[in-house]
T-cell receptor
Framework: AQTVTQSQPEMSVQEAETVTLSCTYDTSESDYYLFWYKQPPSRQMILVIRQEAYKQQNATENRFSVNFQKAAKSFSLKISDSQLGDAAMYFCAYRSAFKAGTASKLTFGTGTRLQVTL | DTEVTQTPKHLVMGMTNKKSLKCEQHMGHRAMYWYKQKAKKPPELMFVYSYEKLSINESVPSRFSPECPNSSLLNLHLHALQPEDSALYLC???????????FGPGTRLTVT
C-alpha cells in the first residue's frame, strides 16, 4: 500500500517570502500522480498543482512550483511571494495510474498548516 | 460552471433522524465521490460512483447510504447515526476515475 508523509505539522512564513513544504511517499509503482491540495479555513479543498510521475519536468502554477525527485520519492511544494490568502492546511496526495478500481483513490498525507505573517 | 456545490452547509441531527446530503456538479464529470473528514485529519474516502454506478465502497457502515440519481447529482442518505459520525463531509467529482478530483465546500454534520 502507498503511504504519504508530511513531516511538518506547521510552518510559518512572512508575507512576500518563500516557503517550502515537504512531502515524501512510499510506493512500488512506477506510474502515478502526485497532487498538492490547499484547504483554507473555509474548508473547501482546492487543487493547487499536479505532477505526473513520468514527467521529469517539475510542475509550476504561477507562484506555486514543485520539486519532484522520483528516485528519492520526494515531492515538495514551493510557494513564492507568499500572500495572506495562502494561509491554509496543505495536503500532499498520491494516486496510482489507472487500474480498475484503484485509480480513483487518493492517498493523503496528514497535512501541513501554513501560517502567513505580516 | 466549474464548481461542485453541496447542501446544506451545516446539519445538526439526532441519532434517530433521517437526513440527506446533496452534491451537484455541472461540469460533465462522470465520477463522483464522498469523503469524511474529521478535524485536523485528511479526508477519508467513503464511496466512488463512476458513470452513475457504485464503483468503490470503503467498508462504510450501512447507516450511510449513497445514491447517484443522475450524472450530475450525488446524495448521501443518513439514518441512525452516532455522535462519532460528526465530521465534515466532502463531495468531489472528476471527469473520469483516472483524473484529478475537484471538491465541494463540504457539509459540517453534527450528530447529537
Amino acid at each position: 500500500a502507498q503511504t504519504v508523509t508530511q513531516s511538518q505539522p506547521e510552518m510559518s512564513v512572512q508575507e512576500a517570502e518563500t516557503v517550502t513544504l515537504s512531502c515524501t511517499y512510499d510506493t512500488s509503482e512506477s506510474d502515478y500522480y502526485l497532487f498538492w491540495y490547499k484547504q483554507p479555513p473555509s474548508r473547501q479543498m482546492i487543487l493547487v498543482i499536479r505532477q505526473e510521475a513520468y514527467k521529469q519536468q517539475n510542475a509550476t502554477e504561477n507562484r506555486f512550483s514543485v520539486n519532484f525527485q522520483k528516485a528519492a520519492k520526494s515531492f515538495s511544494l514551493k510557494i513564492s511571494d507568499s500572500q495572506l490568502g495562502d494561509a491554509a492546511m496543505y495536503f500532499c496526495a498520491y494516486r496510482s495510474a489507472f487500474k480498475a478500481g484503484t485509480a480513483s483513490k487518493l492517498t493523503f498525507g496528514t497535512g501541513t498548516r501554513l501560517q502567513v505573517t505580516l | 460552471d466549474t464548481e461542485v456545490t453541496q447542501t446544506p452547509k451545516h446539519l445538526v441531527m439526532g441519532m434517530t433522524n433521517k437526513k440527506s446530503l446533496k452534491c451537484e456538479q455541472h461540469m460533465g464529470h462522470r465520477a463522483m465521490y464522498w469523503y469524511k473528514q474529521k478535524a485536523k485529519k485528511p479526508p477519508e474516502l467513503m464511496f466512488v460512483y463512476s458513470y452513475e454506478k457504485l464503483s468503490i465502497n470503503e467498508s462504510v457502515p450501512s447507516r450511510f447510504s449513497p445514491e447517484c440519481p443522475n450524472s450530475s447529482l450525488l446524495n448521501l442518505h443518513l439514518h441512525a447515526l452516532q455522535p462519532e459520525d460528526s465530521a465534515l463531509y466532502l463531495c468531489a467529482s472528476s471527469p473520469g476515475i483516472s483524473y484529478e478530483q475537484y471538491f465541494g465546500p463540504g457539509t459540517r454534520l453534527t450528530v447529537t
